[in-house]
């Protein structure tokens, strides 16, 4: 049995508004191997984020968790189900920032723009820690010079609307890292940021893997970014999981037409003078909307077909 | 900081300036002035006024001199803090203005600090429980007391004191007290009584806030970093007050500022109601009367006090919100 | 580049209803309004209030300056179905006075006189009148009146000189009502103007208004309407004050549309899809009035809505203070002149009504104006 930090079986989360109720995850199984970089896949309203947040017990009304586990089984503490636990449950303090912790899409809302950066990284630890706050200030400057934000004696003092958008999401990681979470969620780290600053960041989580070897949650719906820095990939459309599987059995051979129709919409993986096809054309009349249950093809190769 | 307390204080000296000229014209709109309607007053009684004697009356009121040098007069004395004097009380208008002007300060202050104390902790628990039964009942007392005429709701209180409990609430002090110079009872005996005039005044502009900072709290509520800020570990608790009430307040303290307008307004007429010994009474006197020197300063002061207000909210807004000193 | 082709959410139809998609703006905003329900209910009691106060000379059962010098300070009638034996009557009825004098305080006391039976009778001829000074009548919705032809109601009693509260309610609701709408139209013009042209033109005169608006929003208005009140000559008509009295309230009231009409402006200007409308060659004209209107022109109409109170409020005040309007027109803060002091309103209580329908106007005009607001967002799909 492979070492595991993280498994998901049976998730079922649903919305419910005034227009009805949207089943934003139907049965949703999926594995995080320890220590490695799982991505998971798909466009929006696929499901990625809403999972994400159930993870992290993060899911706001009118969004419930209706069904199924979350087996989480941390190397500091006892395992346990992030579903089963209840909301005033002290251990949900210690899954946030404590065991896992997220980083945002967008980084320039996801600081608070009337708190200083250095506080606001050190607030992190005075969280979770019996610290005082001057040594806590102290580590915050450390994992700030961490992740790269220059000439930081100053910066520390700033607040984040003299950041730019890079400089920030560099905040944001130093707060998610700075108390050494065991899982890192990284929700669409890159979206909202430059492509030159979208290779630096992506750099830097890499590296920071290497170093403090975590096990991270990598949010995306950019192909190209799963190719630099998963180990494990899990599809999702529609509030289910396709197709589950390691990143080059994932992209080298795609067994789901959706996945299949995913990467044709590419653009590179065609010539240039064939017109690139959307994925709608490219998954063509297959159909990719009924829910098989995933079945097992191969060792952790896992596909929703018939 | 400094630069921006400088530049602040600048546009409010320019403000104040432009309002002295909107004054100055406003007393002067009604046609005729003192002399005319005393020398209707001497015909009246029968008396002739000779053209040496009125000459000598206008220029004893410098109304022999062009408008313009009549302003510039008028607002070198003002600044150097010479009044004027009223005709009506026969006094400077010094010696008349500064007692009244200090219960206005006061009944003001005290409807400010109702309106926090009430909006505040009212305003917070609406945004946290959206849609409850307590939001639902906030609401519509909110809405009650924004639609209600601040005359109205003395006239009310009054009448229901005066039904229920047969006190009078007129006046700013207990009957006992009244003619007493003063003394440390006499104090508590003002403050005991401040906070009806103070909540009746503060009443609509409570009703304003509370609106406005459950809207605000909504907003940040929503954000993304207060989502970051629970995904890092902050209980719900510190969540509220550090994170999305230090912003929502932001918007609050701005306006703090502009409500003060509204709250002198409403303190000039509510003191009439409750027959409170502030500004409103004389203010109408005088402009009924034309005394254009009473009427002008209480206009003058008036402005000052709210725009001197409005400066101090700003520079607090400044000082809790690091985006606009850095602007 | 991958992410635009994406993120299109194909091939699955949306949740929500294909009909949505085919909606113009005005008919999704009065979709969002209709949902807001309290809104709606203002809407209907605001028409109400101004058809009824309108044709206050049909509503009302009697003029504004008719005495009963037989019930002077009375108090309210109650409408009946039942007499004091239980006999019931389909017709609803009111009992008439019955004055006492009582012998230690000299005060007029009145009680319901079972003997005098007046019942309602609807669509009667009663008073005669002129509507609008135009049309001459003397059919009223509803008058009390015995088959002897005697009779009186006063539903909510009368004042010291005997006149029909609840007649002069709805006439001074007319003068109250007409000011907040004249005053608004004064407002909204003035608002639209200042505003329009220091977003439209800039530079210094932007300056200047933009320094105006600061002056006129740091000034305790009351105090300057009392100011400028008190100068409107004693020897005008009452009509002249009426006039004077609304271009006063509306001098320092158009600040804030003016503010936002300015700030639309600029905002719009630079608009994504104004330039976008500018690039594929719209015309001036066309991008004014198909682009840039339609997203401020609501947002004006929503601030106009909200700012109808203020000038009501101000006109009752002024009028409470015997500065504003002054009679023989009456509007509901003349009617509430009298009630200076409590030795009155514990005597009399029922000449605060008037202040009652100030409250509910005023509600109205405040939810209506949030219910278009939340209408008239664009982006606020309602409810969710």
Redesign the interface.
Known sequence: MADNILEIRNLGVRFKTDTGVTNALNDVNFDVPRGKVTAIVGESGSGKSVTANCI?R?LQPPGEIVNGSIHFNPSRTAPFDVVAISDRDPRI??L???LI??V???PM???????RVGNQVA??IL??RDVSKDAAMAEAHDMLSRVGIPDIDTRIQM?P??FSGGMRQRV?IA??LV?NPEVLICDEPTTALDVTIQAEILTLIKDLQEELSNSIIFITHDIGIVAQIADYVVVMYQGRVLEIGTVRQVLKDPLHPYTKGLLAAIPGNVPKSVRLSTIATAVGDADITTPYPLKEVGEGRLVSLP | MLHYVIKRMG?MV??LA??SV?VFV??Q???GDIVTSTLERMEASGMQASDEYVQNLRARYNLDKPLYLQYLNWIFNFVQGDLGYSYIYSKPVNELVWERLGYTLLITISAVIFTWVVAVPFGIYSAVRQYSIGDYFITVVA??G???????LA??V??FA??WFGI?IGGLYSMEFRDQPFSIPKLFDLLSRLWIPGSVVGMGGTAVTMRILRANLLDELN???V?????????PIKLIFK?PL??AI?PFISTLG?L???L???E??VS??LNLPT?GRM??QA??AQDMYL?GS??ML??I???VG?LISDLVLAW????IR?E | MSEAVLERPQPIALETPDELNFLTPRQLAWRRFKRHRLALISAVILIVMYLVTGFAEFFAPYATTSRNVGAINAPPMNVRFFEHDGTFHLRPFVYGYDLHINEQTWAREYSENPEKIYPLRFFARGETYELWNLFEGDIHFFIAENDEGDGYIHFLGTDQLGRDVFSRVIYGGRISLSIGMLGIGLTLFLGVLFGGFAGYLGGWIDRIVQ??I??L????????W???T??L?AHWSSLRIYFGVTIILSLFGWTALARQVRGRFLALRNEDFVIAARLIGSGQNRIIFKHMMPSFLSHTITTATLAV?GVI?GE??LS??G?GIRPPIVSWGVL?EQ????QV??MT?WI?YP?LF???A??AF??LGDGLRDAADPYNMGGQ
């Open positions: 992290m993060l303090y210690d946030h920032g404590g912790s997220m945002f899409q967008e809302t996801a600081l608070s723009p009337v708190h607030e992190a969280c979770h607040y609307f003299e944001v707060t998610a108390c | 546009t320019l403000t432009f309002i909107i406003v007393i709109l009604p046609p809405l009650i924004l639609a209600t005429p601040n005359f109205l006239l009310l009054m009448f005066w039904e009078s954000k993304p970093y989502v970051t800020a629970r995904a890092k570990g902050v209980k994170y230090r912003i932001n502009l003060l307008p509204t002198i307004s409403g000039a007429i009439m109601v500004t203010l109408l402009l009924l009427a209480f206009l008036l402005a006090l709210t725009v409005m809790s919100d690091p985006r850095y | 320094r105006m600061e002056v929003q740091s000034l305790p208005t009351l105090p300057l009392m100011a400028l008190a100068a000559p109170p409020l009752t005040a409470f203070l500065i509430m009630a200076q002091n409590y309103i514990s209580p605060l202040g100030v409250v509910i005023v509600m405040n939810i």
